[in-house]
């Protein structure tokens, strides 16, 4: 078993260059294996902690994205392969993440939008939002560098279609907050304990973790910062434009089967027989190690979790309690 995990965990160039895994993708990509190869190989190369992900779910997570025709490059954006420590298969695996602009690219692509755009709009920019027509009034802040550095308010997403058909859509960012708290395992609202476990001792003890807006603030200790990896702390806006993207197209957009698939497939390990494992939906406890936690907002958080654990004693704070993790 170790020496299969190693092997799983070899240089990914390698790895891409075995007769076995060639075959693969002259089936799988045809004459784009060469740039299909150099685009993953960068990926893994510049993020060191996907380098300790099995081989095998980086190439099962990059051939779903090359089937998708996007690229897995960061700068770009379309979707992301996110380090995911399953401690069942003995090792981590890549997630398959889409980012928003990857979402726009499949729906422009499909032919059937005149327009679409989703953006933050920052304290003091909003006059209006009338959701009856739809209709928003603003006044942005005209010089970039103080924009950038101006608190969000709240998100804005539109489309239109050929059609002519058009909505639109704003949530203030305390709604966001309460949908990630609502769907996401690995954000909180508000102040918890959470049930931690040292990846090196395996001793599980509680931790207290800050509410959001005291992590916004800076307000928590930087030895738990492990406790703050997914992207809904790490990168909240990102992950707040994409939840606009999905929620107005799913609801009310036309959805190509790119889309769809794109659609079905966030969020999840793909195996090497091209099943998806919803990775983060079972329940676990916070693992003191440096891999990355994506942040899942398909299942609401009582029903992945089920039952939650009751707040432990102060005085017991250290005995490992029987029961659901959080």
């Not at 755009?117 to 560098?145: C, T």
């Not at 969020?267 to 440096?290: I, L, Q, R, T, W």
Request: contains cysteine; aromatic residues 12%.
């Amino acid at each position: 078993m170790a020496n299969e995990m190693m092997q799983q965990r070899s240089d990914i160039t390698a790895y891409l260059n075995r007769d076995d895994v060639k075959r693969q993708l002259n089936q799988a990509v045809g004459k784009n294996a060469a740039r299909f190869v150099s685009s993953v190989v960068s990926a893994v190369t510049v993020n060191p902690e996907l380098q300790k992900c099995s081989n095998t779910s980086i190439l099962s997570g990059a051939l779903l994205g090359e089937s998708l025709n996007l690229s897995p490059s960061p700068q770009l954006g379309h979707y992301y392969l996110v380090p995911y420590n399953n401690k069942k298969e003995g090792l981590p695996v890549a997630q398959f993440q889409m980012g928003y602009k990857g979402y726009i690219q499949l729906a422009i692509r499909s032919g059937q939008y005149r327009k679409m755009n989703v953006v933050s709009i920052k304290e003091g920019e909003l006059i209006r939002f009338d959701p009856l027509n739809e209709e928003i009034e603003v006044r942005l802040i005209e010089d970039e560098e103080e924009r950038e550095k101006a608190k969000t308010a709240g998100y804005y997403a539109m489309f239109e279609e050929i059609s002519g058909f058009r909505k639109a859509m704003y949530w203030s960012k305390k709604k966001m907050v309460a949908h990630a708290d609502r769907y996401s395992q690995a954000f909180s609202r508000d102040a918890k304990k959470v049930k931690t476990k040292d990846f090196k001792t395996g001793k599980e003890a509680w931790k207290e973790k800050v509410s959001f807006a005291d992590y916004e603030a800076g307000r928590f200790p930087r030895e738990d910062s492990w406790l703050y990896s997914s992207f809904w702390y790490k990168d909240f806006d990102t992950m707040a434009c994409k939840t606009m993207i999905r929620q107005l197209i799913s609801r009310w957009g036309i959805m190509s089967i790119e889309f769809q698939k794109a659609f079905e497939s966030d969020m999840s390990a793909v195996g090497p027989d091209g099943g998806k494992k919803y990775v983060e939906n079972e329940p676990e406890p916070e693992v003191f190690d440096p891999y990355e936690r994506a942040a899942q907002e398909d299942i609401p958080r009582e029903e992945a979790e089920g039952q939650a654990p009751p707040d432990p004693d102060p005085a017991q704070a250290d005995i490992p309690q029987d029961g659901p993790f959080v």
